[in-house]
């Protein structure tokens, strides 16, 4: 099976993962790739963090894949099995415990793998040339050390068969006495199970704690709890691969397939059209017709193609429930019973039905709650909901469905490449903003969620004013014109009211207009002209309209320089014993002896150690000749080499540290050499709180102390210009800005529901000229120091009268937050030091009972 291209490079970023874990740990690991620039973009701001270890396996690599629903987590997860166990196990044979999420998905997920013929099973023969055995948890018992030892075992259960809960039903920490060759090499650790006289216990779990198995999590943010962490210290795994659609944020998101990508990769059909009704009877009658039409463009496919229309019926108590729906096809609609299959708990009339076999008649398909797990059939089409599409948990898996290609792969025919909604809702736009909650919790991003749902009616009314009839219509007679040119008017109001759309064409305004008066003609033609001159007419930036941001600029040894905590710090005297005291407590380092290895206890995480290089630390040993504190100094201090650190304070430094550990505290030079790269990673730690510590001091004493010297600099600002975003990713949704520098076209991607709403705002405001999606990271956009970084406001904006306005958009949850609190800082000293030509805010949702639009307005002194 050959991989898509983002299943290869989720697989890439994985391998370079565990090959730096090797290296300098899974922490230090993590930090450096969602670090790296692309990476960080495609994880934004919820999904890119701090490493999360569980303190159950302190040692054990944790990673989690965000692969959205129809990526193909299965596939991904197979090929990651020979990664892991070639870069981090070194194992030519590895145990693995493949987690599902239900009993159904892991009876699937077993009987796939055990299948010769099946995609996931070949990749696992070929990586491990034929030599796999597959268990299914129930068979656990037939396990034989000879499996063990000549293949790659991989066992596949449910996490739930792991709790303490089902022990007696599933058996897995029980004694059993099958087991008992695999104990005749297996020797009593730390963490197995004991039986009441303190033997070790014949335990599916002892057996799998020994081997150290890989860890494969399917839909991992079902199992992030207390109770995971103590399952996973019990059978002791060496390493953790998550994938899930929906991460949280201690999943440590290594990679975040975006779901763009699944539709570049015709893997998903997108965007998905949404017709919003009032009436039941509507919907379904307009959900059948798209079906027929779409089965006639699909008898022009070379392949076989019947679309299925999903319905979800309310349950047994609404006015639509399976009986009445079922009765109006049939009745109403003349649809063929044969042709209908009803899938709910009492009724199962999909069990054993294969649908895409030519001689199926099922076309329509009626549920209430969601289909069968691990059901799939990408002939769905059509979803028509008449349920609560806001409340109702179920569409969520209705809507994954319809959404998976046919046979992977683009038709030709355009209208197979879209999915379709038709759904009941008494607001218009309802609906839209619950499918929007929906794809997010399928993998989409806010961005991208919004862009893939294509509302054939016009936007959303009343959030911004006067905006929203900027190029609505209001008629004196209702229009009646074909249904095929309905559409491209966006008819609203009975057909009183026309929305002007992407879809209107010169021909259609030309022919409404002969229905009309000669005033309203006018209005029309005056309405479509400026309509459409916000593609046509080149952007300011083409225009070559000037846009300039001053830079903040700062005196340092008599010298006028850009502001950047980096420049600033280069030329601050600091001396690393002001920030950092040598001497370490027993809470932050400390050796124990155990066994024949010992135990490092690093600001209370323990990890066991042996010389042999047991728990995949490495321990190099030397001389013991060459054992002296001197030569421990020596190699700390060659170890952790600092730039900015002094080479004779480094190693005065690093002696009080070693002289405090071995004298003060007794701890064996010996220990201390076993484990002296355990001690440079904690050295390693402290140099860099203390550097962080000094940068703060030094970015406080140069930007606000009373002495010292700041200004803008309007000459040598930051001169935004046409290509300056071209490489970025643009937004896609429907919403058409006006007053974009880049023009409507070439708006950069906008974080989030409520950013986006904001950037409406300030496109809708009259005293704006143009605007910026100033986007962070890129070379060319506008940035402020901070003490340990750069801030890039969200949007930069110049006004009518000459004002650049910087607006930062906060949501609640961060705007009491220490980085936003540094962030107004900065940013109101920037404003302090333009005298009056420039105006810094920080902007929220609500705020003091005043809407985005309002604190702008506010602010600028209109309100």
């Known amino acids: 099976m050959i991989l898509k291209t983002y299943q290869q490079n989720t697989l890439n970023v994985l391998q370079r993962f565990f090959e730096m874990c090797r290296i300098s740990g899974a922490k230090d690991a993590y930090r450096s790739i969602t670090g790296e620039p692309e990476i960080a973009m495609r994880l934004g701001r919820l999904l890119r963090g701090d490493y999360q270890k569980w303190e159950s396996i302190p040692n054990t690599p944790r990673v989690c894949l965000k692969i959205p629903t129809g990526g193909g987590k299965t596939i991904i997860a197979a090929h990651a099995v020979k990664i892991v166990a070639d870069t981090w196990c070194e194992r030519e044979n590895p145990v693995v415990l493949w987690f599902c999420p239900s009993d159904t998905i892991r009876k699937q997920t077993s009987e796939a793998l055990k299948n010769h013929r099946h995609p996931y099973r070949m990749t696992l023969d070929e990586q491990f040339g034929g030599k796999v055995r597959i268990f299914d948890l129930d068979e656990k018992f037939n396990i034989r050390p000879a499996d063990i030892e000549n293949n790659a075992c991989i066992i596949v259960s449910t996490i739930q068969a792991f709790r303490q809960s089902n022990t007696d039903k599933y058996k897995v920490y029980a004694h059993n006495e099958n087991l008992e060759p695999h104990f005749s090499h297996i020797p009593k650790k730390d963490g197995m199970e004991l039986s009441d006289n303190g033997e070790i216990r014949y335990s599916f779990a002892n057996v799998l704690h020994y081997h150290r198995p890989i860890v494969i999590v399917d839909e991992a943010h079902n199992v992030i709890s207390g109770l995971s962490q103590e399952l996973q210290g019990r059978i002791n795994p060496s390493a953790i691969v998550e994938l899930t659609a929906t991460p949280r944020p201690n999943n440590n998101t290594l990679y975040n397939v975006r779901a763009t990508e699944l539709k570049e990769e015709e893997m998903i059909k997108l965007p998905i059209e949404l017709r919003e009704h009032s009436g039941w009877e509507l ?38 429930n399976v009986d009445a729906l079922k009765e109006y096809l049939v009745n109403t609609a003349n649809i063929p019973a044969a042709e209908i299959a009803i899938a709910t708990g009492e009724q199962k009339e999909l069990d054993g039905v294969n649908v895409f076999a030519r001689d199926c008649p099922v076309k329509y398909i009626i549920t209430v709650e969601a289909l069968k797990e691990g059901w799939d059939c990408s002939f769905a089409y059509v979803l028509c909901s008449l349920a609560n599409v806001q409340s109702n948990t179920a569409v969520e898996q209705l809507l994954g469905r319809v959404m998976r290609m046919p046979y992977a792969k683009s038709r030709k025919i355009s209208a197979l490449n879209k999915a379709y909604s038709y759904v009941i809702s008494k607001n218009f736009g309802e609906a839209a903003s619950a499918l929007v909650s929906k794809l997010v919790a399928k993998g989409f991003d806010d961005t991208e969620a919004q862009s893939a749902i294509e509302q054939k009616q016009s936007e959303l009314p009343g959030l911004f004013g006067q905006l929203d009839n900027m190029y609505k219509i209001e008629l004196d007679e209702p229009l009646i014109v074909s249904e095929s040119s309905a559409a491209s008017y966006g008819l609203e109001n009975d057909g009183k009211t026309i929305v002007l759309t992407p879809e209107t064409t010169d021909e259609h305004i030309k022919q409404v207009m002969k229905l009309v008066s000669p005033e309203k003609a006018v209005e029309i033609e005056y309405k479509f002209s400026n309509y459409r001159r916000t593609d046509l007419t080149p952007s300011p930036a083409q225009q070559g309209a000037k846009f300039v941001v001053p830079r903040l600029m700062v005196e340092l040894q008599c010298e006028l320089v850009f502001a950047d905590s980096d420049t600033i710090f280069e030329v601050y005297d600091w001396d690393i014993a002001t920030f950092s005291k040598p001497q370490m407590d027993a ?68 002696r009080q540290a070693v002289e405090h550990l071995a004298d003060t505290r007794g701890i064996k030079l010996s220990a201390l050499m076993l484990a002296k790269y355990a001690l440079a990673n904690k050295i390693k730690a402290r140099i860099s709180t203390a550097r962080e510590k000094a940068r703060t001091e030094a970015f406080q004493t140069a930007m606000f102390e009373r002495e010292a010297r700041v200004m803008l600099d309007f000459h040598n600002g ?59 990271r890129n070379q060319s956009s506008f940035w402020l120091p901070t003490s340990t970084d750069k801030f890039y406001p969200d949007f930069v904006a110049e006004l009518e009268d000459g004002q650049i306005l910087v607006v930062e958009y906060k949501g609640d949850h961060l705007i009491d937050s220490r980085d936003t609190k540094e962030k107004r800082m900065i940013g109101e000293l920037w404003e302090k030091q333009s005298e009056g030509r420039g105006l810094f805010m920080i902007a929220e949702k609500s705020k003091d009972g005043l809407n985005v639009a309002e604190q702008i307005r506010k602010k600028i002194g209109e309100l």
């Open 718 to 776: 930051f001169e935004f210009h046409e290509d300056m975003y071209k490489c970025e990713m643009k937004y896609t949704g429907n919403y058409r800005f006006m007053k974009h520098y880049l023009g409507a076209s070439n708006v950069p991607v906008i974080d989030g529901e409520e950013e986006l709403n904001c950037a409406k705002m300030i496109d809708a405001l009259p005293q704006v000229k143009y605007w910026l999606r100033n986007v962070a």
């Open 587 to 654: 809470g932050e380092f400390s050796i124990t002896p155990q066994g024949d290895g010992f135990t490092i206890d690093i600001d209370g995480h323990r990890l066991a150690c042996s010389p042999t290089g047991e728990e995949q630390l490495s321990l190099p040993l030397v001389e013991v000749e060459n054992w002296t504190p001197a030569n421990l100094v020596r190699w700390l201090d060659k170890t952790l080499r600092q730039d900015d650190i002094p080479q004779p304070q480094m190693v005065e430094w690093l």
């Open 283 to 320: 919907a379904v009658d307009e959900a059948i017709a798209k079906r027929a039409e779409l089965e006639k463009a699909a008898q022009n496919e070379r392949e076989y193609i019947r679309p299925i229309l999903l319905f979800q019926a309310q349950d047994k108590n609404g006015e639509v």
